[in-house]
């Protein structure tokens, strides 16, 4: 599954900022994980708790934060809330979308000890 | 323990019925219920005994920063070099493969066209395309279900595509992991058999919006199965409004007109792309001829 590629860029991601840091050990990563984005959060902590095993952020606590999806809805002519991809204007009902937020998979932040 | 889940640990996610997540901290024993939310922990909390004090470090990266680096880099070299480069993504069993080479053989060499072939184990897929004509190189992914920027850079160096060519990278075959990963391609496309069912679209949503192209494949078959080829094309236009829709058939060739002329259109637009890259090049360096022969006149000297 590729949500192991994904904790892996995320260690790489995480290790670099704890060397930069002059930091020993890794306690925490934050992450924003948007609802309309492509991974599955169980699958990726499952995946980050094998990667990260005997490197700086083993036993680390990974927190996710999810983001809502968001789009622009071309016959609305306004930003609405979409809950997941497929779904139609919740307004409207059109599925002329264009997404605006809710995709990302980003590394917030790290705690570091 | 938290007596709603049972769990141990005092800070976890949890998922509810209606599908939101939220992150909790507990106090020991007590339930849960009513409205969720993310209680942000202090940095000085722990549940260590021993409260060592911890720092946090804003990081704002993209967790796939990388392999879009190593696609941007991919994406440049296709662009120098006038490379039309294609991302081929579907089920395992789509037909890809076949497509290929009847597209090699249909193309017949209008200009050179190379295929990356990506798979878990074995070369056959590439056998197959030297066999029909084509050059092309064989990844094998081992236990990867997709294939990556870097590994398609690779392949590049080993591959060296002619300027002014067609590339077809054909992906792991998964409708899933590869929608993540940007190759440098200039378009994905999805390819769905017309064996496969018409509402596929909508149980793998992330991959049809990820396409610019929708091949429907397998044409010759549509009399023996109930396959709506509209529906399955308004479907996927849900989360893609301006996918383009082709139908073909591999094996009566049924559809390669406008295909081929697709790949026309795309390999006309690249070549334009280098030609306008040498021509901005060429430009810079009279700019920057005029500026030296201005810098070492006598005049300037003087």
């Given at each position: 599954?590729h949500e192991?590629?994904?904790?892996e860029?995320?260690?790489?991601i995480?290790?670099?900022?704890a060397?930069?840091?002059?930091?020993?050990r890794?306690?925490?990563?934050r992450?924003?994980?948007?609802?309309?984005?492509?991974?599955?959060?169980?699958?990726?902590h499952?995946?980050?708790?094998?990667?990260?095993?005997?490197?700086?952020?083993?036993?680390a606590?990974?927190?996710?934060?999810?983001?809502?999806?968001?789009?622009?809805?071309m016959p609305?002519?306004?930003?609405v809330?979409l809950?997941?991809l497929?779904?139609?204007?919740?307004?409207?009902?059109?599925?002329?979308?264009?997404?605006?937020?809710?995709d990302?998979?980003?590394?917030k932040?790290?705690?570091?000890g | 323990?938290?007596?709603?889940?049972?769990?141990?640990?005092?800070?976890?996610?949890?998922q509810?019925?209606d599908?939101t997540?939220?992150?909790?901290?507990h106090?020991?024993g007590?339930?849960?219920?009513?409205?969720?939310?993310?209680?942000?922990?202090?940095?000085?909390?722990?549940?260590?005994?021993?409260?060592?004090p911890?720092?946090?470090?804003?990081i704002?990266?993209?967790?796939?920063?990388?392999?879009?680096?190593?696609?941007?880099?991919?994406r440049r070299?296709?662009?120098?070099?006038?490379?039309?480069?294609?991302?081929l993504?579907s089920s395992?069993?789509?037909?890809?493969?076949?497509?290929?080479?009847?597209t090699?053989?249909?193309?017949?060499?209008?200009?050179?066209l190379a295929?990356?072939?990506?798979?878990q184990?074995?070369?056959?897929d590439?056998?197959?395309v030297?066999a029909?004509?084509?050059?092309a190189?064989?990844?094998?992914?081992?236990?990867?279900?997709h294939?990556?920027?870097?590994?398609?850079g690779?392949?590049?160096?080993s591959?060296?595509p002619s300027?002014?060519?067609?590339?077809l990278i054909?992906?792991?075959?998964?409708?899933?992991?590869?929608?993540?990963?940007?190759?440098?391609?200039?378009?994905?496309?999805v390819i769905?058999?017309?064996?496969?069912?018409?509402?596929?679209?909508?149980?793998?949503?992330?991959?049809?919006?990820?396409?610019?192209?929708?091949?429907?494949?397998?044409?010759?078959?549509?009399?023996?199965?109930?396959?709506?080829?509209?529906?399955?094309?308004?479907?996927?236009?849900r989360?893609?409004?301006?996918?383009?829709?082709?139908?073909?058939?591999?094996q009566?060739?049924?559809?390669?007109?406008?295909w081929?002329?697709?790949?026309?259109?795309?390999?006309?637009?690249?070549?334009?792309r280098r030609?306008?890259?040498?021509?901005?090049?060429?430009r810079?360096v009279s700019?920057?001829?005029a500026e030296?022969?201005?810098?070492?006149?006598?005049?300037?000297?003087?």
């Amino acid at each position: 599954m590729h949500e192991l590629a994904l904790a892996e860029s995320m260690l790489e991601i995480v290790e670099r900022a704890a060397r930069q840091n002059s930091a020993e050990r890794v306690t925490a990563v934050r992450l924003e994980i948007g609802a309309l984005s492509h991974v599955e959060p169980d699958a990726l902590h499952f995946c980050f708790d094998a990667v990260t095993h005997g490197s700086l952020a083993d036993g680390a606590r990974l927190e996710i934060v999810r983001t809502p999806g968001q789009a622009w809805c071309m016959p609305c002519g306004d930003t609405v809330p979409l809950a997941a991809l497929g779904q139609p204007c919740p307004v409207c009902g059109s599925f002329q979308l264009s997404i605006t937020d809710g995709d990302a998979m980003r590394v917030k932040e790290i705690e570091i000890g | 323990m938290c007596t709603t889940c049972g769990c141990g640990n005092s800070e976890h996610l949890h998922q509810h019925a209606d599908g939101t997540w939220h992150s909790h901290v507990h106090d020991g024993g007590s339930t849960h219920g009513g409205e969720p939310r993310y209680v942000p922990r202090p940095p000085m909390a722990a549940h260590a005994p021993l409260i060592r004090p911890s720092r946090i470090v804003q990081i704002e990266q993209d967790i796939l920063a990388k392999n879009a680096g190593f696609a941007a880099e991919n994406r440049r070299y296709f662009s120098d070099h006038g490379i039309f480069a294609l991302n081929l993504v579907s089920s395992p069993g789509s037909g890809k493969t076949t497509l290929l080479v009847k597209t090699i053989a249909a193309w017949q060499e209008r200009t050179p066209l190379a295929v990356i072939e990506g798979d878990q184990q074995t070369s056959r897929d590439a056998d197959r395309v030297r066999a029909a004509g084509a050059r092309a190189v064989q990844i094998n992914t081992g236990k990867g279900c997709h294939l990556d920027a870097q590994m398609v850079g690779h392949a590049l160096t080993s591959l060296a595509p002619s300027d002014d060519s067609v590339l077809l990278i054909e992906n792991v075959g998964n409708l899933v992991c590869p929608a993540a990963f940007d190759l440098g391609e200039a378009h994905k496309v999805v390819i769905l058999s017309v064996t496969e069912g018409d509402d596929k679209p909508l149980k793998y949503p992330d991959m049809f919006r990820a396409a610019d192209l929708l091949l429907v494949n397998k044409i010759d078959l549509l009399p023996y199965v109930e396959f709506d080829v509209d529906a399955a094309a308004g479907y996927a236009r849900r989360v893609r409004p301006e996918l383009e829709v082709l139908l073909v058939s591999a094996q009566t060739g049924a559809g390669f007109g406008e295909w081929l002329a697709w790949l026309e259109r795309g390999l006309g637009r690249a070549r334009t792309r280098r030609e306008v890259g040498l021509d901005l090049l060429r430009r810079r360096v009279s700019e920057l001829e005029a500026e030296l022969e201005r810098v070492r006149s006598p005049a300037h000297e003087a």
